[in-house]
């Protein structure tokens, strides 16, 4: 056998072999977590049980039950619409494993947009898991992309037009499920998943629900309650309230005219409440540098501590870093707030929950400490 | 007298000069217009703080002048946010233009201005400041969330061009000398 035949056969070996790890590696992106729900779980179902057109594909995703039995509202919290905002996925997670109904029911989807679990964006250098210590050991959490898998959907147009309002967004945003709403049962596989949802908070009735996000420490709208008009009492007393905890929220109205967005559509087209919550999260500022797991779980990014001092921008960064029990903690203190203020104004049809750890309880003894595994 | 007490001493002395120098916030009259300048939610909140000290008082995020018609006191309300101003369907130069006109008019019709910052550091910096300055410098009394005058933006104003400040923490505390404002 001549010299360059070997060479070629361990080259041939050497990339097949890349390749095997490379699939093996690939395939784990498609495997989710497991999540264990608190013992007072009344019941499991799927998103596709409200739209058929997305069973079996990587749209359908859990949505859980937990129904106290007595009479009263319900709720809806979404987690991972964007699935690179650990923050809103986490603490829907939290919600999911701790949580005890007493009056009215609870619906929880963490994993909102789960065909974006399933990747990351392109570019970003973002890792594809970040770690949570527990007593015991350390459990595993996906970071994914803030818009649907490209092998989902694909391609992007150059322009995406919005349905039904015909806003026109940049093609990237087709994928972004936080403007596909209402969404199309004849749509793009994005629009699919957000009709589904609306058909699922319209068939059971909610009457408030969530929608958990982060943002760039840069960005206007940040550390807020964005709220729909007829959620303006709701959202003003929680913020009231909020306050009172020592947790600062900005009021932000939806706009009528900015379509797709679960804040505007949701309220639009079906009798919720909707709320939508930012926190600010350095690991997806432009800002940010090295982009890692620590980024994402202490929040600390020498960048932005320089950006706030120049002044030259608002920058919403906490000298100490924006840590990911911090963020966590913000969306359980808006979450149950809301629900306070929702009581006081709806006194003939509320909800009550407990077992939720406070912000300063979640601050002090870390996530871990409320994740069942 | 010991050092120790002697500099507790001065202290409270030159609070106590200080103090009787601050200019009253004074009283104002009703009926009330209250605005935003930049389009913030946080007017939403002023709205509240002031139907619980049952205020007479009308809310109107695009007021114009118009709007002056028979009212005794303006409430502005500064602080920018580029969804509020999505909602209104404006530009930040738009809603400049309709904010200078209305305290333009309120001057001339010796309606006085109140100025109620209660964003905190939020409404501040970036595209807030020349609401807040225009505000600021434009009104006969101002009402404060500490948060947001951590740099002392709104205390230099207040100084410089003598208006009363009542700086408070929080912004359920705003609700309380808002109340005395007209009582």
Known sequence: MKKHHISAIVISLITILAGIIASFEFHKLHVSESLYPSERLSSEGMLSDYFSGIKDTNGDTKVYFFDSGKPGATVFLAGGTHPNEPAGYLASVIILE??????????????????????????????????????????????????????????DPLVYSHKPSGQQYSGLESRNLNRA????????????????????????????????????????????????????????????????????????????NFHGLSHREWGDYTKTYPFLMETSSPVQGRLRGKTNEELILNGVSENYKIAKETGALRIAYRDEGEQLEHRVGRHLSGFMAIINSYNEIH?????????????????ENGIGKYLNN | ??????????????????????PEMGKYEQPILITSAGQSADV?????????????????????????????????VPGF?????????????????????????????????VMMHIGGNARRGGQSDGFCRLIAENCKAMIVVAQGNEDDFFTRISEEKGIPMESVEKISFAAEPMGKLFK
């Open chain 1, 181 to 256: 709403y209402p969404g199309s049962p004849k749509g793009t596989f994005t629009e699919k998943v957000a009709y589904a949802i609306m058909q699922m908070i319209e068939k059971e009735e909610v009457d408030i629900s969530y929608d958990l996000h982060e943002a760039a420490p840069e960005i206007p709208i940040i550390n807020a309650i964005v709220y729909h008009e007829k959620s303006e009492d709701i959202a003003m007393y929680s913020i009231l309230e909020l306050e009172m905890e020592g947790l600062q929220f900005t009021p932000e109205l939806s706009p009528k």
């Open chain 1, 347 to 363: 006194i003939d049809n509320t909800v009550k929950i407990s077992g939720l750890p406070a912000y300063q309880e979640l601050v």
């Open chain 2, 81 to 113: 946010s580029s969804k509020g101003l999505g909602a209104a369907g404006i530009s930040q130069q738009d809603e400049m233009t309709r904010v200078e006109t209305l305290v333009k008019a309120a001057n001339e019709k010796n309606i006085p201005i």
């Open chain 2, 1 to 22: 007298m010991k050092k120790q007490s002697f500099k507790i001493f001065s202290f409270i002395a030159i609070s106590a000069i200080l103090f009787s120098f601050s």
């Open chain 1, 98 to 155: 701790n949580l005890i109904p007493e009056k009215g029911r609870v619906i929880v989807i963490p994993r909102l947009n789960n065909s974006a679990f399933t990747c990351t964006d392109p570019m970003e250098a973002f890792p594809q898991s970040f770690h949570i210590d527990t007593d015991k050991g350390p459990r595993k959490f996906r970071f994914g992309s803030r818009a649907t898998n490209p092998l989902d959907q694909w391609p």
């Open chain 2, 44 to 76: 939403k909140l002023v709205k509240l703080l002031a139907k619980k000290q049952e205020l007479n008082a009308e809310t109107k995020l695009m007021a114009d002048l118009s709007d002056l018609e028979g009212i005794k006191t303006l409430i502005i």
